[in-house]
């Protein structure tokens, strides 16, 4: 490969050579999504490939540079790129690609390429939603129902395939006739777990997509999934965390998606449930909790299109007052004693008959949060 000289601008190469270099980045040692973030940031409005050595350099990304320059790298993006031709069903999608998940760029993981199946979204509203292989008692059928009303509402959900909370939401946006994405943590043409290879189907014939940062052929190795899930929070606009013990890989989800200031949301549970422990603790962290369909829809401005918002929680009316004080994140009880101006035995029966009526959760401190 010829070497560039300083200021050279390469802005009319060919999507060819866009994608030979993107697939130099992928296979260079010690480039991560993270570098290619800042590659991006660096570049702004501009082409990454009008960038100069000194652009490089001064971004702390001589490293970078150097890799597009490494010739040795080129026998392995040659094998890749004759790999995919024989995969007409599976294609490349780099940054440089329109195609390319907007939120993805500007995310603080950015891959630097894509294996893509099927047709990826970039304009409804996309929700990844995740949680336990092993829910506890209705936590599946309840993903299930929520991601059906939040794909009949014309929201994309997002999930890893995997056992679970990850099927039930693609099964569920699968019945709401929806568009749902599968991130995988292998290469696009294998599936894991394998019995879900007709689950994987039919997302595409529903016209939904399966998408992989991996090549393919790849198979499942440690540090995979924990890297699928971070991609997972980077493609969506926000993150539910159906439910999630103390040491779940939906965790790292959440935490890559509090990274970049995306929001958390936390299906609540028993204080006591420890398959919930990790879940919990979000709502200490200042996760959102949320109680119904509804909640989620209401911060894209929609509503479901399945039953009115109210008809889910008649309240009596002499609790109308507390439950109006209360917020989504959590307060606690001297809190809101203080903003009703009430005495405090009268707002703690108050909560408890909320509790009750499950339009309140109760947290850590103790704190009480409004789930509807």
């Given at each position: 490969?010829?070497?560039?000289?300083?200021?050279?601008?390469?802005?009319?190469?060919?999507?060819?050579?866009?994608?030979?270099?993107?697939?130099?980045?992928?296979?260079?040692p010690r480039i991560g999504g993270g570098a290619v973030s800042k590659l991006l940031k660096?570049?702004?409005?501009?082409?990454?490939?009008?960038?100069?050595?000194?652009?490089?350099?001064?971004?702390?990304?001589?490293?970078?540079?150097?890799?597009?320059?490494?010739?040795?790298?080129?026998?392995?993006?040659?094998?890749?790129?004759?790999?995919?031709?024989?995969?007409?069903?599976?294609?490349?999608?780099?940054?440089?690609?329109?195609?390319?998940?907007?939120?993805?760029?500007?995310?603080?993981?950015?891959?630097?390429?894509?294996?893509?199946?099927?047709?990826?979204?970039?304009?409804?509203?996309?929700?990844?939603?995740?949680?336990?292989?092993?829910?506890?008692?209705?936590?599946?059928?309840?993903?299930?129902?929520?991601?059906?009303?939040?794909?009949?509402?014309?929201?994309?959900?997002?999930?890893?395939?995997?056992?679970?909370?990850?099927?039930?939401?693609?099964?569920?946006?699968?019945?709401?006739?929806?568009?749902?994405?599968?991130?995988?943590?292998?290469?696009?043409?294998?599936?894991?777990?394998?019995?879900?290879?007709?689950?994987?189907?039919?997302?595409?014939?529903?016209?939904?997509?399966?998408?992989?940062?991996?090549?393919?052929?790849?198979?499942?190795?440690?540090?995979?999934?924990?890297?699928?899930?971070?991609?997972?929070?980077?493609?969506?606009?926000?993150?539910?965390?159906?439910?999630?013990?103390?040491?779940?890989?939906?965790?790292?989800?959440?935490?890559?998606?509090?990274?970049?200031?995306?929001?958390?949301?936390?299906?609540?549970?028993?204080?006591?449930?420890?398959?919930?422990?990790?879940?919990?603790?979000?709502?200490?962290?200042?996760?959102?909790?949320?109680?119904?369909?509804?909640?989620?829809?209401?911060?894209?401005?929609?509503?479901?299109?399945?039953?009115?918002?109210?008809?889910?929680?008649?309240?009596?009316?002499?609790?109308?007052?507390?439950?109006?004080?209360?917020?989504?994140?959590?307060?606690?009880?001297?809190?809101?004693?203080?903003?009703?101006?009430?005495?405090?035995?009268?707002?703690?029966?108050?909560?408890l008959a909320l509790e009750l009526a499950g339009a309140v959760v109760r947290q850590p401190g103790p704190r009480y949060a409004r789930i509807r």
């Amino acid at each position: 490969m010829a070497a560039w000289g300083a200021g050279a601008v390469i802005g009319a190469m060919s999507s060819s050579r866009s994608s030979q270099l993107w697939l130099k980045l992928y296979l260079a040692p010690r480039i991560g999504g993270g570098a290619v973030s800042k590659l991006l940031k660096a570049a702004g409005d501009r082409s990454i490939w009008s960038l100069s050595r000194f652009d490089y350099e001064a971004s702390g990304l001589l490293h970078v540079y150097r890799a597009l320059h490494d010739e040795g790298l080129d026998p392995g993006v040659d094998r890749l790129r004759n790999l995919l031709e024989k995969l007409p069903d599976v294609r490349l999608v780099t940054p440089d690609d329109d195609e390319y998940p907007r939120r993805l760029r500007t995310f603080h993981f950015t891959p630097p390429v894509l294996f893509v199946r099927g047709r990826l979204e970039q304009e409804p509203p996309a929700v990844a939603v995740v949680g336990s292989r092993k829910p506890g008692r209705h936590r599946a059928e309840l993903t299930r129902e929520w991601c059906a009303e939040w794909a009949e509402a014309g929201l994309s959900i997002i999930s890893g395939m995997a056992e679970g909370i990850d099927k039930a939401a693609h099964v569920g946006a699968l019945a709401g006739g929806g568009h749902t994405v599968a991130v995988l943590g292998t290469g696009p043409d294998k599936t894991y777990p394998s019995p879900h290879a007709a689950l994987q189907d039919r997302i595409l014939a529903s016209g939904g997509a399966v998408v992989s940062q991996f090549a393919p052929h790849t198979r499942t190795f440690r540090g995979s999934f924990p890297a699928r899930n971070v991609t997972m929070a980077g493609l969506t606009d926000l993150v539910v965390v159906m439910q999630a013990g103390a040491r779940s890989g939906a965790l790292y989800t959440a935490k890559a998606a509090h990274h970049s200031s995306r929001r958390v949301l936390v299906a609540p549970s028993d204080l006591a449930d420890p398959a919930n422990a990790g879940g919990l603790r979000l709502l200490r962290d200042k996760a959102r909790a949320i109680g119904s369909p509804n909640d989620l829809l209401s911060l894209f401005g929609r509503s479901t299109l399945r039953r009115p918002p109210e008809a889910a929680l008649p309240l009596p009316e002499h609790l109308a007052p507390v439950h109006a004080a209360l917020d989504f994140s959590g307060q606690s009880l001297d809190e809101l004693v203080r903003k009703l101006n009430l005495p405090t035995a009268k707002v703690l029966a108050g909560l408890l008959a909320l509790e009750l009526a499950g339009a309140v959760v109760r947290q850590p401190g103790p704190r009480y949060a409004r789930i509807r």
